[in-house]
Nanobody
């Protein structure tokens, strides 16, 4: 599975962006998906994840501001980011995990995600 992330950019604090992650595989609905981010000098951290259906999970730092969703017909996962803060500045990566990967228990960790996109830069100015 190849993943292509897009939608990053420069936005002022309080603004919104929507990231997209499009998969090359037609059966993308068979994969759980997640978004991670990495800020300069920091480790990669979990942002949000979605299972094969509509179950969603969020890091506490983004809960209530970010929404993850998927459009299986178009092999795409989205991350709607509202009320952005300067501390949200990072490179955002989408990732996919196949069934049987033990995804649920480790959904906030990188380990079950075998497929990663190239990352898209999000910069939030104060």
């Amino acid at each position: 599975v190849q993943l292509q992330a897009s939608g990053g950019g420069l936005v002022q604090a309080g603004g919104s962006l929507r990231l997209s992650c499009t998969a090359s595989k037609r059966t993308f609905s068979d994969y759980a998906a997640g978004w991670f981010r990495q800020a300069p000098g920091k480790e990669r951290e979990f942002v949000a994840a979605i299972n094969w259906g509509t179950g969603t999970y969020y890091a506490d730092s983004v809960k209530g501001r970010f929404t993850i969703s998927r459009d299986n017909a178009n092999n795409t996962v989205y991350l709607q980011m509202n009320s952005l803060k300067p501390e949200d500045t990072a490179i955002y990566y989408c990732a996919a995990a196949s069934g049987g990967s033990g995804w649920f228990d480790d959904r906030a960790k990188a380990r079950p995600y075998a497929y990663w996109g190239q990352g898209t830069q999000v910069t939030v100015s104060s």
